[in-house]
C-alpha cells in the first residue's frame, strides 16, 4: 500500500499539531514561568533558584542527545511514543512535588532533573513529529501552531498571575499536572509517521554522533555556539523576570501581565515568518533573534517602573519569538536528512539547554551580587558576543543554498 493511502487527512495533521504546541508551551507555562517564583516562596535564595534553572536545562543536555540518539536508531518506533512516556514519567515527578512542598533542596533537584530530562526535553521530538511529515510535503503549518503555543503560554501566564495572587503559588502546580495529563492525550493521539523507513543492513546514510556531525559542519557548529551564547543572555529575560518586575515595584499580578504580554506578542511571528524565511533564510533569521533578543536586555535595563517592563515585552515578537522556527528550519536545511532528529536535539541542546544552564547560574550570582540591573548588563555582554558568533557563521556560506532548498519546498 503506498504512504499517500496511509496517510491521515491533511487537516487532522495540521489541527491536532496545533493543539499539541498549545498544550505543550500551556503546561510549560504552569511549571517554568513560575519557577523562579515558586522556588523563592518556598524559602530557596536567589542563587539556588538559579542552580534549580541549571538543573533543569542541565537535565536537557543530558536526556535530549539520548531520545534524539534512541529516536534515530529505531525509526520504526513512533517518536509519539517516546514523548508520551517521557511526559508520563514526569507526571509522576510533578505529583511529588505538588504532595511536598516542604522538601530541601536536594529531592527539589531530583524533581527539576526529570522535568527538565523528560517533559521540557521532549519538545524536540515534537518538532520531529511535524517535521516528518512537512519532508513528505504535507503542508503543516508549523510557525502558526509554534505562534499559538506562545499564545497559549501567554493566556495560562496570566491566568496564574491572578491565580497565584488568589490562592498562592503551589496552586499553579495543580494546574500544571492537569496540563500535562491534557498533553499526554493529545500526544498519545497523533497519528504516528508511516512514511518509508530503511531497513536494517539497508544501504543508505545512517546517523552520525553529535560529535561527528558537529566536526563535519563547521557553519552549523558556529551557529551552535552563537546561539548558545545569545540564550546565555536571552533566557534570564523570562526565568527571572519575576527580579525584573518586582525591582521595578511590580506585584505577583504585573508579573502575570507581563508573561502575558511577552508570550502573546510571539504570536504574530507566524504570520509572517514564512515571508521572511522566503527573504532572508533561516541563518540570518537566526541572527535577527539573536540582536532583538539582546535589544530586549538593553531596554530593560533603561527602565525605572513596572509599566516600562510592560511596555518593552513585545520585542519579543522579533527575538525569542523568532528564534524557535528558524531554529527548526536552520537544523532541516543543514543537517543531512539521517541526522535531523539528532540535530534538532542538539540545537535544543546549544539554545533551552547549554544556554538556559549558564543563563541560569549567570542570573542567580549576578541578581545575589548586585541586583536586576547587573543581571541586565551581564545578560547584554553575553546576547553581543552571542550575535557576533552567528553573523560569523553566516560567513561561512550556505545562506543562499538553504534559500534555495526552502523556496523548491514552498
Known amino acids: 500500500m503506498e504512504w499517500t493511502e496511509l496517510r491521515p487527512s491533511v487537516r487532522r495533521l495540521d489541527y491536532h499539531y496545533m493543539a499539541m504546541q498549545a498544550g505543550f508551551w500551556a503546561m510549560f507555562a504552569a511549571i517554568v514561568a513560575y519557577q523562579t517564583a515558586l522556588l523563592l516562596e518556598r524559602g530557596f535564595s536567589n542563587s539556588e533558584a538559579g542552580l534549580m534553572t541549571a538543573v533543569r536545562c542541565l ?31 514526569s507526571l509522576v515527578a510533578g505529583v511529588w512535588y505538588w504532595l511536598s512542598p516542604g522538601m530541601g533542596l536536594w529531592e527539589t533537584t531530583l524533581v527539576w532533573v526529570v522535568i527538565g530530562g523528560l517533559e521540557v526535553s521532549s519538545y524536540p521530538l515534537m518538532d520531529a513529529m511535524a517535521v516528518q511529515f512537512i519532508n513528505e510535503g504535507v503542508p503543516i503549518r508549523y510557525s502558526l501552531g509554534r505562534g499559538i503555543g506562545s499564545l497559549a503560554y501567554a493566556v495560562v501566564c496570566v491566568v496564574l498571575g ?9 496552586s499553579t502546580l495543580v494546574t500544571h499536572l492537569v496540563l500535562v495529563i491534557l498533553e499526554i492525550l493529545l500526544v498519545a493521539t497523533y497519528p504516528a509517521y508511516r512514511g518509508k523507513v530503511r531497513q536494517t ?3 543508505g546514510p545512517r546517523p552520525q554522533s553529535a560529535l561527528s556531525l558537529l566536526r563535519s559542519n563547521p557553519r552549523f557548529t558556529l551557529m551552535l555556539a552563537g546561539v548558545f551564547l545569545g540564550l546565555t543572555g536571552i533566557m534570564p529575560l523570562s526565568n527571572f523576570l519575576v527580579n525584573i518586575v518586582t525591582s521595578r515595584g511590580g506585584s505577583e499580578a504585573d508579573l502575570g501581565i507581563a508573561l502575558f504580554l511577552m508570550g502573546a506578542s510571539e504570536l504574530p511571528t507566524a504570520f509572517f515568518f514564512q515571508k521572511l524565511l522566503r527573504r532572508l533564510g533561516s541563518g540570518r533569521l537566526l541572527l535577527l533573534s539573536m540582536i532583538f533578543g539582546t535589544l530586549k536586555g538593553v531596554l530593560l535595563l533603561l527602565t525605572f517602573n513596572c509599566l516600562g517592563v510592560l511596555v518593552v515585552q513585545p520585542i519579543q515578537v522579533l527575538g525569542y519569538g523568532l528564534f524557535t522556527p528558524a531554529s527548526v528550519y536552520f537544523v532541516n536545511e ?4 539521517a541526522d535531523r532528529v539528532r540535530g534538532q536535539t542538539v540545537m535544543m541542546v546549544a539554545s533551552n539547554g547549554l544556554g538556559g544552564m549558564m543563563g541560569g547560574v549567570l542570573a542567580g550570582w549576578t541578581l545575589d551580587l548586585g541586583g536586576a540591573n547587573l543581571m541586565l548588563v551581564a545578560c547584554i555582554a553575553s546576547g553581543c558576543l552571542g550575535a557576533l558568533l552567528c553573523l560569523a557563521s553566516l560567513g561561512l556560506g550556505g545562506g543562499k543554498k538553504n534559500r534555495a532548498v526552502q523556496a523548491e519546498r514552498t
Open 59 to 89: 537535565a536537557g543536555i543530558v536526556f535530549q542527545p539520548l531520545l534524539g540518539g534512541f529516536a534515530d536508531r529505531h525509526p520504526r518506533l513512533p517518536l509519539k511514543h517516546i514523548v508520551t512516556i517521557s511526559m508520563a514519567l
Open 334 to 337: 543543514s543537517v543531512p536528512e
Open 201 to 203: 543492513g539497508e544501504e
Open 162 to 170: 491572578f491565580q497565584a495572587g488568589r490562592l498562592g503559588l503551589e
